[in-house]
Nanobody
């Protein structure tokens, strides 16, 4: 059974930092593109960052220079380090795994990030 479990969300003040983690199980982790998406109330879900099994990364323009993404293929984890958070970063953050050949996707249940003073 494929499962993605996110952790690390919470309440943080503007300018603060958070680290999100996603642990995968039931998949051959190395053949999956791993990504973080987010969805704020009333908005569409959007890609935040992604990382290939080889470590190549991609970021949304809105988070470039503030967020980093990394993965550990041995531990089947992907992390999102978020710095200089602002209120527009408030959203539910979802972990996503997409098979690089088959295109099959799996989603986590999400973790809430709230940036507020």
């Amino acid at each position: 059974q494929v499962q993605l479990v996110e952790s690390g969300g919470g309440l943080v003040q503007p300018g603060g930092s958070l680290r999100l983690s996603c642990v995968a199980s039931g998949i051959t982790f190395s053949v999956y593109l791993m990504s973080w998406y987010r969805q704020a109330p009333g908005k569409q879900r959007e890609l935040v960052a992604s990382v290939t099994s080889g470590g190549s990364t991609n970021f949304a323009d809105s988070v470039k220079g503030r967020f980093t993404i990394s993965r550990d293929n041995a531990d089947k984890t992907v992390n999102l380090r978020m710095n200089s958070l602002n209120t527009e970063d408030s959203a539910v953050y979802y972990c996503n795994a997409r098979h690089r050949f088959l295109g099959v996707e799996t989603w986590g249940r999400g973790t809430q990030v709230t940036v507020s003073s």
